[in-house]
């Protein structure tokens, strides 16, 4: 199979299209002129692209390697906490406290000095790299423990759900150094630009974009070649594999922490596009929504993980406006619908639907 | 041991396998000797110990007592499934497993001889030499025509012979076939046999484990009975039938 169907490339010039048309829109068209695209929209789609790699990245895992992680909230929020304290860094002496070297939630807890960990994250060279570091390492740490033991199905998904909720529950927590259940926000400017710049958030949009598609090209090259059928035969019949002469193990590692590290750049991106990052980041309910998304656009079709990802995620925005209330309720009906009704997902039905139709015409013809 | 010249020329030597779960004995000091290039069935009731045999010599259950040897040298034991595929043991299991979402190709693609580890399974490519190699199988297990179609969508008898063709192309020097003709149609299970036969012989030594003794006849090879872990009798087809024991297992008295 080639790196590029024509899916693929549907997909890229749609989110080129999308990325830069909103950019464009938003940047040169005055305010009030009726295509003009307003400053919190160019906010949202960057939000939506940042969960569309997030998406992206459990595809990778639960639709090709047979992974079910419940966990991968984890990885974002880990992502988004890297790239928090950056900006937390970059605020410098104008917190409230104005103080020279703390930031606001340490000088309230009345503490003397930076601890540690902090160290190195005013520096964009470390603190970005730190964003896929960071999720790499706890992902391959979890995949040693877990996938060499052998542990799969049911058991991974309910262990890696376990990680993300001691993972909220320590992020609670004010000693931990990371804001406690405020989080980290008040960010002012990244690469020492302003945050609430028109240039700036487009920018981060564009950048959302340009990962989400460098994330697509990744996932496909992995998932296209043998590597890839490799992870399917895993998903498939584990056992088989084995006296095949494969170590799966190893390749749900790679795969899992490839996945954690796209997670966490999806994480890095979506924090300086909404201005703060909590353990609310870490519940255990948002790494369920994740799966919920690829399962409506069509596990294991990368393209559908993503498109789930928006369009869920524009159904969230415009209800949770309309009927705060419904929301779970609709979500949770989404879920029981698309499991009866269309199992394989929006994406994955589509060459049924295609081959059916072909079918009926040419009865006809 | 591995010095005594009978024993270093085993393709498989089996000395006494002691196998035990919870208290059950499922295999009592088995031990069974195989030559390069021999086929051998091995028969025996349900409980008996064929596949808990199988699962030893493969690595997926490790014996309380006893070792393998693999051509004298390599103790079985010691390692596990993956180290010990790449020493040339292929196993067949009693229920078709085959990829079923990737084509009959891609099926003998990732069985193919490569190297298995992960990082460089992500940059292979397939070789003129592998290519080649799995032309033939696909010609032997005469699945020539279906290449392109997905493994689920073969019969079940074309199954087994797809996941036979899979052990085929990494060139395996002992094979392990659990029931092959089970659920198989006469027709199946004749061409089946025919394929083992041509199979073994050369430096590649077949086990088969079964339970049809039609399929059995047609093999037309040595016969290894075991009962309750154990081996009973060991011959032709006929010596086995005719023994006084295993007349009494198989017919009870």
């Known amino acids: ?365 | 041991m591995a010095e005594h010249p009978a024993i270093s020329n085993a393709a498989l030597y089996l000395d006494g396998i002691t196998v035990s779960f919870d208290g059950f004995r499922a295999l009592n000091r088995l031990s069974l000797y195989l030559e390069p290039g021999e086929l051998r069935a091995v028969i025996g009731p349900n409980g008996a110990g064929k596949s808990t045999m199988m699962d030893v010599v493969t690595g997926k259950t490790r014996p309380d007592e006893g070792q393998v040897l693999l051509h004298g040298r390599h103790d079985l034991t010691r390692l596990d499934e993956a180290a010990i595929a790449g020493l040339g043991v292929g196993r067949k299991f009693q229920r078709p497993t085959v990829f079923e979402a990737h084509s009959v190709f891609e099926n003998l693609e990732l069985a193919c001889r490569a190297d298995r580890r992960a990082r460089r399974t992500l940059f292979a490519r397939l070789s003129g030499e592998q290519r080649e190699r799995i032309e033939e199988v696909l010609d032997l297990i005469a699945l020539r025509e279906r290449a392109g179609d997905s493994a689920g969508l073969l019969s079940h008898g074309q199954k087994q012979w797809l996941e036979i063709g899979m052990l085929l192309v990494q060139d395996p020097s002992i094979l392990l076939i659990d029931e092959p003709a089970a659920g198989m149609t006469d027709a199946e299970t004749m061409r089946t046999a025919r394929l083992l036969k041509r199979i073994a012989g050369g430096e590649r030594s077949v086990i088969v484990v079964e339970h049809d003794m039609e399929f059995v006849r047609a093999l037309d090879c040595r016969v290894t009975a075991l009962h309750e872990g154990a081996m009973l009798a060991e011959g032709t087809l006929d010596a086995v039938s005719a023994n006084e024991s295993v007349i009494e297992v198989y017919l009870g008295r």
């Open chain 1, 1 to 365: 199979m080639r790196l590029l169907d024509l899916k693929g490339r549907i997909f890229l010039a749609a989110l080129a299209v999308l990325a830069a048309g909103a950019a464009l829109l938003n940047l040169v068209l005055p305010e009030g002129a009726v295509l003009h695209v307003p400053n919190y929209m160019v906010g949202l789609i960057g939000k939506y692209l940042c969960f569309a790699l997030l998406a992206l990245s459990v595809d990778l895992v639960w639709g090709f390697a047979g992974i079910l992680s419940l966990g991968h909230g984890a990885f974002f929020a880990l992502g988004g906490y890297a790239m928090g304290m950056h900006l937390m860094r970059q605020i410098g002496e104008r917190g409230v406290y104005g103080h020279p070297e703390l930031p606001d939630f340490m000088v309230f807890l009345d503490w003397k000095e930076l601890p540690w960990y902090w160290h190195g994250f005013d520096s964009a060279w470390f603190a970005l790299p730190m964003c896929l570091a960071v999720p790499g390492a706890l992902a391959f740490l979890f995949g040693w423990l877990t996938f060499r033991s052998r542990v799969t199905g049911v058991y991974l998904s309910i262990i890696s759900q376990a990680m993300t909720f001691a993972l909220m529950l320590a992020f609670f927590r004010n000693d931990m150094g990371f804001g406690g259940n405020n989080g980290l926000t008040d960010f002012k400017d990244l690469f020492g630009l302003d945050l609430k710049d028109a240039g700036m958030r487009a920018g981060l949009l564009l950048a959302s974009a340009a990962a989400l598609a460098g994330g697509y090209l990744l996932c496909r090259w992995m998932t296209v070649g043998k590597f890839g059928r490799v992870l399917v035969a895993v998903r498939d019949a584990e056992q088989r594999t084995r006296f095949l002469g494969y170590r799966p193990e190893h390749y749900k590692i790679l795969a899992f922490t490839v996945s954690a590290m796209m997670a966490g750049v999806a994480g890095a991106l979506y924090v300086p596009q909404v201005g703060i990052i909590n353990p609310g980041e870490f519940s255990p309910a948002n790494s369920i929504e994740i799966v919920i998304w690829v399962a409506v656009g069509g596990r294991g079709t990368l393209v559908g993980a993503a498109l789930g990802a928006v369009l869920v995620n524009y159904a969230k925005s415009f209800l949770t406006g309309a009927a705060p209330e419904m929301w779970l309720f609709v979500l949770g009906g989404l879920f029981v619908a698309v499991t009866l009704f269309i199992p394989r997902g929006i994406l994955g039905e589509i060459p049924g639907l295609w081959a059916r139709w072909r079918d009926g015409r040419g009865h006809h013809g």
